[in-house]
């Protein structure tokens, strides 16, 4: 089945740095990749939806200086959350959708990000 | 606008219940709904509904699509310790390249 590797599955930070959070389709082209944002014991909440060779289109509210994302390859799309604050540590997941077969979307592992 | 609304947000259950979960949704031009069971971590694929009134079966769980009423359940019987998750519906609408994801549905099932 198909794969979607994310990686780091988990990073601390000192506040004022920015992490980098990268998100692969491992078995297929993904031209679209999408970006979450969860909270504990709640659902996911879209942040941006990633395509391939142009820009990220941001949910509202979403900061897109604040998170960053870069879709250069079919296979490779990054969250660059830059100046991170406390209040941006929480579990980012990212999901790709493999349009040729069931349509069902693939999730990385997540990333657990903690900002001291 | 575009939603997705997930019934009841908890649900705490005894082992051998059997517990249903709602998914109402507000979509323009419908393509899919999706349901998905996470964990501690990434989401899994549970079933993929395109058309009404078609049970999709794996196990103990099933789930069914209403395209009239504009709603699906998820059923779980006989349910276990393992079964607690959260549960999450979304839905594709044909404009393609946009999910939209429910509240989702926190389950518990204690021994």
């Known amino acids: 089945?198909?794969?979607v590797s994310q990686h780091p599955s988990r990073v601390i930070c000192k506040s004022g740095t920015s992490v980098k959070i990268e998100c692969r389709s491992l078995d297929f082209q993904a031209t679209t990749m999408f970006w979450y944002r969860q909270f504990p014991k709640?659902?996911?909440?879209?942040?941006?939806?990633?395509n391939e060779g142009s820009k990220a289109t941001y949910e509202q509210?979403?900061?897109k200086d604040k998170f960053l994302i870069n879709h250069a390859s079919l296979t490779l799309?990054?969250?660059?959350?830059?100046?991170?604050?406390p209040e941006d540590s929480s579990f980012y997941i990212c999901s790709a959708s493999r349009r040729t077969n069931t349509g069902e979307l693939f999730f990385g592992e997540g990333s657990?990000?903690?900002?001291l | 606008e575009d939603k997705?609304?997930?019934?009841?947000l908890s649900l705490v259950v005894h082992e051998g219940d059997t517990v249903t979960l709602n998914c109402s949704y507000e979509v323009t031009n419908f393509r899919s709904l999706l349901w998905y069971k996470q964990e501690k971590k990434a989401p899994t694929f549970?079933?993929?509904?395109?058309s009404s009134g078609?049970?999709?079966k794996s196990g103990r769980l099933s789930s069914i699509l209403d395209k009239k009423e504009l709603f699906s359940i998820l059923n779980i019987t006989a349910t276990q310790t393992g079964d607690s998750a959260i549960y999450l519906c979304a839905v594709e609408p044909n404009t393609g390249n946009q999910f939209y994801f429910g509240t989702g549905t926190s389950l518990t099932v204690i021994p």
């Open chain 1, 1 to 3: 089945g198909a794969v």
């Open chain 1, 42 to 50: 709640q659902s996911l909440m879209l942040m941006a939806t990633s």
């Open chain 1, 61 to 63: 509210g979403v900061e």
């Open chain 1, 77 to 85: 799309s990054t969250l660059t959350v830059t100046s991170a604050h």
């Open chain 1, 112 to 115: 657990r990000l903690t900002v």
């Open chain 2, 4 to 8: 997705v609304v997930q019934s009841p």
């Open chain 2, 46 to 50: 549970l079933f993929m509904l395109t």
């Open chain 2, 54 to 56: 078609i049970e999709k």
